[in-house]
Protein backbone atom coordinates (compact mmCIF):
# COMPACT_ATOMS: atom_id res chain seq x y z
CA UNK A 1 0.00 0.00 0.00
CA UNK A 2 1.24 3.89 -0.84
CA UNK A 3 0.55 4.82 2.45
CA UNK A 4 2.84 2.12 4.32
CA UNK A 5 5.73 2.93 1.72
CA UNK A 6 5.42 6.51 2.90
CA UNK A 7 5.61 5.47 6.04
CA UNK A 8 8.35 3.38 5.87
CA UNK A 9 10.64 6.40 3.88
CA UNK A 10 9.72 8.59 6.16
CA UNK A 11 11.02 7.00 9.05
CA UNK A 12 14.32 5.77 7.13
CA UNK A 13 15.10 9.47 6.18
CA UNK A 14 13.84 11.19 9.05
CA UNK A 15 11.13 13.00 8.03
CA UNK A 16 8.52 14.34 9.65
CA UNK A 17 5.04 14.94 7.46
CA UNK A 18 2.36 18.10 8.17
CA UNK A 19 -0.78 18.44 6.48
CA UNK A 20 -3.11 21.14 6.99
CA UNK A 21 -6.56 20.93 8.07
CA UNK A 22 -8.09 21.17 3.97
CA UNK A 23 -5.92 18.46 2.22
CA UNK A 24 -7.25 15.51 0.73
CA UNK A 25 -8.48 12.52 3.39
CA UNK A 26 -5.94 10.00 1.89
CA UNK A 27 -3.27 12.42 2.98
CA UNK A 28 -4.59 13.10 6.27
CA UNK A 29 -4.31 9.70 7.35
CA UNK A 30 -0.88 9.36 6.15
CA UNK A 31 0.17 12.68 7.72
CA UNK A 32 2.12 12.80 11.42
CA UNK A 33 0.57 16.29 12.27
CA UNK A 34 -2.64 18.00 11.02
CA UNK A 35 -3.33 21.20 12.05
CA UNK A 36 -4.38 24.81 10.70
CA UNK A 37 -1.63 27.21 9.69
CA UNK A 38 -0.71 28.56 13.11
CA UNK A 39 -0.33 24.77 14.79
CA UNK A 40 1.70 23.62 12.07
CA UNK A 41 4.24 26.93 11.94
CA UNK A 42 4.64 25.62 15.49
CA UNK A 43 5.47 22.38 14.58
CA UNK A 44 7.51 23.02 12.43
CA UNK A 45 9.74 25.37 14.45
CA UNK A 46 9.84 22.86 16.98
CA UNK A 47 10.31 19.68 14.69
CA UNK A 48 13.83 18.06 14.97
CA UNK A 49 13.08 15.96 11.85
CA UNK A 50 15.71 16.37 9.48
CA UNK A 51 13.33 16.57 6.29
CA UNK A 52 9.80 18.18 6.95
CA UNK A 53 7.17 17.20 4.16
CA UNK A 54 4.82 20.14 3.99
CA UNK A 55 0.96 19.04 2.32
CA UNK A 56 -0.40 22.34 1.70
CA UNK A 57 0.21 25.44 -0.27
CA UNK A 58 3.50 26.95 -1.27
CA UNK A 59 3.33 30.22 1.62
CA UNK A 60 2.87 27.46 4.08
CA UNK A 61 6.01 25.50 3.04
CA UNK A 62 7.77 28.86 2.68
CA UNK A 63 7.18 29.67 6.35
CA UNK A 64 8.61 26.51 7.45
CA UNK A 65 11.46 26.72 5.34
CA UNK A 66 12.13 30.20 7.25
CA UNK A 67 11.99 28.72 10.55
CA UNK A 68 13.96 25.99 9.54
CA UNK A 69 16.73 27.25 7.86
CA UNK A 70 19.04 24.53 8.13
CA UNK A 71 16.34 21.96 6.88
CA UNK A 72 15.42 20.60 3.83
CA UNK A 73 11.50 21.41 3.59
CA UNK A 74 9.75 19.28 0.34
CA UNK A 75 6.67 21.10 -1.02
CA UNK A 76 4.96 17.54 -2.78
CA UNK A 77 3.02 19.78 -5.32
CA UNK A 78 4.60 22.60 -6.99
CA UNK A 79 2.16 23.79 -8.46
CA UNK A 80 -0.01 24.54 -5.04
CA UNK A 81 -0.21 27.79 -4.70
CA UNK A 82 -2.58 30.32 -3.16
CA UNK A 83 -4.79 32.72 -5.28
CA UNK A 84 -5.27 34.96 -1.62
CA UNK A 85 -1.30 34.79 -1.30
CA UNK A 86 -1.09 36.13 -4.80
CA UNK A 87 -3.07 39.32 -4.37
CA UNK A 88 -0.69 41.08 -2.24
CA UNK A 89 2.83 41.98 -3.40
CA UNK A 90 5.65 43.23 -1.42
CA UNK A 91 5.66 46.53 -3.50
CA UNK A 92 2.11 47.19 -2.47
CA UNK A 93 3.00 46.83 0.66
CA UNK A 94 5.86 49.20 0.85
CA UNK A 95 3.56 51.57 -1.25
CA UNK A 96 0.55 51.47 2.27
CA UNK A 97 3.84 51.43 4.53
CA UNK A 98 4.64 55.05 2.59
CA UNK A 99 0.96 56.30 3.05
CA UNK A 100 0.64 55.21 6.50
CA UNK A 101 3.45 56.40 8.04
CA UNK A 102 2.38 55.50 11.39
CA UNK A 103 0.61 52.65 10.96
CA UNK A 104 1.91 49.01 11.83
CA UNK A 105 1.92 45.99 9.26
CA UNK A 106 0.17 42.67 10.14
CA UNK A 107 0.04 40.38 7.58
CA UNK A 108 -1.76 36.74 7.38
CA UNK A 109 0.20 33.69 6.84
CA UNK A 110 -1.08 33.69 3.60
CA UNK A 111 1.25 35.48 1.98
CA UNK A 112 4.19 35.38 0.37
CA UNK A 113 7.66 35.52 1.87
CA UNK A 114 8.97 38.59 0.52
CA UNK A 115 5.43 40.59 2.11
CA UNK A 116 5.93 38.95 5.24
CA UNK A 117 9.47 40.44 5.21
CA UNK A 118 7.62 43.84 5.01
CA UNK A 119 5.36 42.93 8.19
CA UNK A 120 5.81 43.85 12.13
CA UNK A 121 4.20 40.84 12.81
CA UNK A 122 2.50 37.79 10.78
CA UNK A 123 -0.69 36.40 12.52
CA UNK A 124 -3.04 33.14 11.28
CA UNK A 125 -6.76 33.03 11.22
CA UNK A 126 -6.63 31.65 14.69
CA UNK A 127 -4.94 34.94 16.73
CA UNK A 128 -5.45 37.96 14.18
CA UNK A 129 -7.34 39.50 16.76
CA UNK A 130 -4.74 38.81 19.58
CA UNK A 131 -1.76 39.91 17.30
CA UNK A 132 -3.64 43.18 16.80
CA UNK A 133 -4.45 43.86 19.88
CA UNK A 134 -1.20 43.30 21.42
CA UNK A 135 0.02 45.87 19.37
CA UNK A 136 0.36 50.01 20.43
CA UNK A 137 -0.38 51.25 17.22
CA UNK A 138 -4.30 52.16 16.27
CA UNK A 139 -3.60 52.40 12.81
CA UNK A 140 -2.84 48.44 11.25
CA UNK A 141 -2.19 48.09 7.57
CA UNK A 142 -3.81 44.40 7.61
CA UNK A 143 -3.81 41.57 4.52
CA UNK A 144 -4.25 39.96 2.23
CA UNK A 145 -7.79 38.90 3.57
CA UNK A 146 -10.26 41.75 3.49
CA UNK A 147 -12.79 39.65 5.44
CA UNK A 148 -10.44 38.69 8.26
CA UNK A 149 -9.85 42.32 8.50
CA UNK A 150 -13.19 42.87 9.07
CA UNK A 151 -13.42 39.92 11.76
CA UNK A 152 -10.59 41.87 13.49
CA UNK A 153 -11.91 45.38 13.13
CA UNK A 154 -15.58 44.03 14.65
CA UNK A 155 -13.51 42.67 17.74
CA UNK A 156 -11.01 45.64 18.19
CA UNK A 157 -13.36 49.12 17.38
CA UNK A 158 -10.92 51.06 19.12
CA UNK A 159 -8.54 50.33 16.14
CA UNK A 160 -8.15 51.26 12.67
CA UNK A 161 -8.00 48.80 10.15
CA UNK A 162 -6.64 49.06 7.09
CA UNK A 163 -7.17 46.71 4.68
CA UNK A 164 -4.82 45.41 2.22
CA UNK A 165 -5.64 45.33 -0.40
CA UNK A 166 -9.00 46.14 0.07
CA UNK A 167 -10.61 43.69 -1.74
CA UNK A 168 -8.07 40.22 -1.12
CA UNK A 169 -10.55 37.53 -0.42
CA UNK A 170 -9.86 33.41 -0.21
CA UNK A 171 -12.06 32.07 -2.99
CA UNK A 172 -13.57 28.97 -1.47
CA UNK A 173 -14.85 31.41 1.39
CA UNK A 174 -16.02 33.52 -1.06
CA UNK A 175 -18.76 31.50 -2.23
CA UNK A 176 -21.00 30.96 1.19
CA UNK A 177 -23.92 32.99 1.54
CA UNK A 178 -26.41 33.29 3.81
CA UNK A 179 -28.58 30.76 2.03
CA UNK A 180 -26.30 28.69 3.59
CA UNK A 181 -26.70 29.29 6.91
CA UNK A 182 -30.24 29.37 6.71
CA UNK A 183 -29.75 26.14 5.09
CA UNK A 184 -27.84 24.84 8.05
CA UNK A 185 -30.13 26.40 10.88
CA UNK A 186 -33.00 24.70 8.77
CA UNK A 187 -31.89 20.84 9.65
CA UNK A 188 -31.24 22.32 12.87
CA UNK A 189 -27.69 22.63 13.26
CA UNK A 190 -25.20 25.14 14.47
CA UNK A 191 -23.60 26.91 11.82
CA UNK A 192 -19.88 27.72 12.16
CA UNK A 193 -18.08 29.69 9.79
CA UNK A 194 -14.09 30.51 9.11
CA UNK A 195 -13.21 34.19 9.32
CA UNK A 196 -12.37 34.27 6.03
CA UNK A 197 -16.34 34.16 5.08
CA UNK A 198 -18.10 37.40 4.06
CA UNK A 199 -19.26 39.70 6.93
CA UNK A 200 -22.83 39.00 6.06
CA UNK A 201 -22.33 35.01 7.08
CA UNK A 202 -20.03 35.74 10.22
CA UNK A 203 -22.94 37.45 11.81
CA UNK A 204 -25.44 35.23 10.41
CA UNK A 205 -23.44 31.90 11.76
CA UNK A 206 -23.29 30.56 15.20
CA UNK A 207 -19.79 30.92 15.60
CA UNK A 208 -16.55 31.92 13.44
CA UNK A 209 -13.49 30.09 14.10
CA UNK A 210 -10.53 28.88 12.52
CA UNK A 211 -9.67 25.50 11.91
CA UNK A 212 -7.46 24.74 14.63
CA UNK A 213 -11.02 26.27 17.04
CA UNK A 214 -13.50 23.91 14.88
CA UNK A 215 -11.55 21.51 16.13
CA UNK A 216 -11.42 22.83 19.82
CA UNK A 217 -15.01 23.61 19.73
CA UNK A 218 -16.57 20.58 18.44
CA UNK A 219 -17.09 18.43 21.40
CA UNK A 220 -19.72 21.01 22.26
CA UNK A 221 -22.00 20.69 19.63
CA UNK A 222 -23.99 17.64 18.20
CA UNK A 223 -24.94 18.91 14.56
CA UNK A 224 -22.48 21.29 12.81
CA UNK A 225 -22.65 22.80 8.93
CA UNK A 226 -19.11 23.89 8.81
CA UNK A 227 -18.58 26.88 6.34
CA UNK A 228 -15.04 26.09 5.43
CA UNK A 229 -13.15 23.98 2.67
CA UNK A 230 -15.04 20.70 2.51
CA UNK A 231 -11.83 18.27 3.57
CA UNK A 232 -12.57 20.24 7.44
CA UNK A 233 -15.46 17.81 7.77
CA UNK A 234 -13.49 14.68 7.03
CA UNK A 235 -10.89 16.06 10.12
CA UNK A 236 -14.22 16.74 12.41
CA UNK A 237 -15.67 13.20 11.78
CA UNK A 238 -12.88 11.36 12.45
CA UNK A 239 -11.74 13.15 15.93
CA UNK A 240 -15.38 13.40 16.48
CA UNK A 241 -17.49 9.98 15.06
CA UNK A 242 -20.24 10.47 17.23
CA UNK A 243 -21.15 14.15 16.04
CA UNK A 244 -22.34 15.18 12.78
CA UNK A 245 -20.79 17.77 10.16
CA UNK A 246 -22.61 19.25 7.28
CA UNK A 247 -20.84 20.62 4.92
CA UNK A 248 -21.33 22.56 1.38
CA UNK A 249 -20.86 20.44 -1.75
CA UNK A 250 -17.86 21.44 -3.70
CA UNK A 251 -16.40 24.38 -1.68
CA UNK A 252 -13.17 22.75 -2.44
CA UNK A 253 -9.72 24.33 -2.75
CA UNK A 254 -8.14 23.43 -5.94
CA UNK A 255 -4.84 24.19 -4.62
CA UNK A 256 -5.17 21.73 -1.42
CA UNK A 257 -6.00 19.06 -3.66
CA UNK A 258 -2.89 19.28 -5.88
CA UNK A 259 -0.84 16.76 -3.15
CA UNK A 260 -1.84 13.11 -3.32
CA UNK A 261 -0.05 10.52 -1.59
CA UNK A 262 1.79 9.26 -4.59
CA UNK A 263 3.28 12.95 -4.74
CA UNK A 264 4.54 12.55 -1.27
CA UNK A 265 6.10 9.46 -2.09
CA UNK A 266 7.96 11.18 -5.43
CA UNK A 267 8.63 13.33 -2.50
CA UNK A 268 10.91 11.39 -0.37
CA UNK A 269 11.95 9.08 -3.08
CA UNK A 270 13.80 12.38 -5.14
CA UNK A 271 14.05 15.22 -2.56
CA UNK A 272 11.55 17.41 -4.47
CA UNK A 273 10.56 20.06 -4.49
CA UNK A 274 13.39 21.96 -1.80
CA UNK A 275 11.35 24.77 -1.06
CA UNK A 276 14.32 27.94 -1.19
CA UNK A 277 13.67 31.50 -0.08
CA UNK A 278 16.77 34.15 -0.53
CA UNK A 279 18.23 34.31 2.82
CA UNK A 280 17.87 37.80 3.15
CA UNK A 281 14.07 37.80 3.05
CA UNK A 282 13.90 34.99 5.30
CA UNK A 283 15.78 36.49 7.87
CA UNK A 284 13.60 39.73 7.80
CA UNK A 285 10.08 37.31 7.54
CA UNK A 286 11.20 35.56 9.96
CA UNK A 287 11.20 38.19 13.20
CA UNK A 288 7.28 38.64 11.98
CA UNK A 289 6.68 34.89 12.69
CA UNK A 290 8.48 34.80 15.16
CA UNK A 291 7.22 37.15 16.71
CA UNK A 292 3.62 35.80 16.67
CA UNK A 293 4.84 32.50 18.08
CA UNK A 294 5.91 34.56 20.96
CA UNK A 295 2.99 36.00 21.47
CA UNK A 296 1.10 34.54 24.55
CA UNK A 297 -2.98 34.19 24.30
CA UNK A 298 -5.72 32.42 23.09
CA UNK A 299 -6.80 31.19 19.69
CA UNK A 300 -9.82 31.54 18.49
S1 LIG B 1 -8.45 27.72 0.97
FE1 LIG B 1 -8.29 29.83 0.21
S2 LIG B 1 -6.70 30.78 1.49
FE2 LIG B 1 -6.51 28.53 1.74
S3 LIG B 1 -4.98 27.93 0.21
FE3 LIG B 1 -7.00 27.70 -0.76
S4 LIG B 1 -7.32 29.66 -1.83
FE4 LIG B 1 -5.66 29.99 -0.35
Not at 74 to 91: G, I, K, N, V
Not at 126 to 132: G, I
Not at 257 to 268: E, N, Q, S
Request: aromatic content about 4%; glycine content about 4%; proline content about 5%.
Amino acid sequence: MIADEIRELATEQGAVILAHNYERPEVQDVADFLGDSLELAIRAKETTADVIVFCGVDFMAETAKILNPDRKVLLPAREATCPLAAALTADMVREAKARHPDAAVVLYVNSTAACKAEADITCTSANAVDVVESLPEEEVLFGPDANLAHFVQRHLPEKRIVPLPSEGHCPVHLTFDIADVEAGHARGDAVVCHPECSPEVQAAADLVASTGGMVREAPRCGAWTVLTEEAMAYRLSRLYPDAAFHIVEGAACEDMKKTGCDDILHALRTGEYDVQVDAAVAARARRAIERMIALPGRSR
